[in-house]
């Protein structure tokens, strides 16, 4: 192995196929993708591997990106239930005794 190959790859295949891989988990992961959307981007990322990852990186909302890093979830993808609250009920003070 020269030098050049090993330069390709820990520089460059490495790299590219761990982006790849994030990019991959990241339109897993999205919730504001659904159906048919998201097994677009996954088909696209599969068979055009670093175009795909690149158009996703291009296309993906600006919108979207900043609310995933603030953790916050879009309104949308949040179910009805799951946006009301349940009052914590407090656990008894003090146990009975067995007699």
Known sequence: MTAWDLF???FIFVPLTIL?????A???RRPDLIG???ALWVAVIIFFPWLGALAYLVFRSAATAAEQRAGSVPQAAVPHE???QVPAQ???QSM???S
């Open 8 to 10: 390709w790859l820990l």
């Open 20 to 24: 790849w891989v994030f990019i991959l």
């Open 26 to 28: 990241d339109v897993i």
């Open 36 to 38: 048919w959307e998201k």
């Open 82 to 84: 799951a946006t009301t």
């Open 90 to 92: 407090s656990a008894p």
């Open 96 to 98: 009975p005794t067995p």
